[in-house]
């Protein structure tokens, strides 16, 4: 099986997409997680500020990103980590959506990535009562993991596509988009938008 992907999550400090505060990735060659990398994530200037809410949902407060580099200077970390792969995250807009708007805020060049959502492919392959990550995740024989943590996120979403490529037999990314009827996205490419290497 040549599926090869890097899985990806962010959680954010607040209702702006910009305010990444983590990201958890996993890498998938050949159908199977080869790597994993997640860190915290210093949210950028102006989109800082730590909202209840997101604070029940992960438990990341301002202080456990005080000291963490800001989004400029893990950019390039991530986009190491990712190299030219498709993206794959459950519920893609938002990930895709924080990526981009992160990079708005800090005024950095956003990598054209192409993306897959797991959680559409998911909605084609099981018949489930919710789609929610940690019961799709049950379905493709991925136990029990720290929802909203965002390694154990991006290590589930990882899971399902690879059980969902399986279960309708297909090689690599764009088999699984064609065969579930599931578009493989890019972000749109920005004036001065270098190509992802």
């Not at 200037?45 to 580099?69: K, L, Q």
């Not at 943590?149 to 064609?178: N, Q, S």
Request: proline share 5%; charged share 20%; hydrophobic share 50%.
């Amino acid at each position: 099986m040549a599926l090869d992907f890097t899985a990806i999550d962010f959680e954010t400090a607040n209702s702006s997409n910009a305010s990444a505060c983590a990201v958890g990735m996993a890498r998938v060659r050949d159908g199977r997680v080869v790597a994993t990398a997640g860190w915290l994530i210093r949210p950028p200037a102006g989109h800082d500020v730590f909202y209840d809410f997101n604070i029940g949902i992960h438990g990341i407060r301002p202080e456990d990103v005080a000291t963490a580099p800001g989004w400029s200077a893990q950019l390039d970390r991530l986009t190491a980590f990712a190299g030219s792969d498709v993206l794959v995250a459950h519920n893609a807009g938002f990930d895709m959506a924080v990526l981009r708007r992160a990079c708005e805020a800090t005024g950095d060049v956003c990598p054209p990535y192409r993306y897959l959502c797991s959680l559409q492919v998911a909605r084609r392959t099981y018949e489930l009562p919710s789609y929610q990550l940690p019961l799709v995740a049950t379905a493709a024989g991925f136990g029990e993991f720290a929802h909203h943590d965002a390694l154990a996120d991006a290590l589930a979403c990882a899971h399902i596509v690879i059980d969902a490529a399986r279960r309708v037999a297909a090689d690599d990314v764009t088999a699984l988009a064609e065969t579930t009827g599931v578009r493989v996205s890019a972000i749109p490419a920005t004036e001065g938008m270098l190509a992802v290497a």
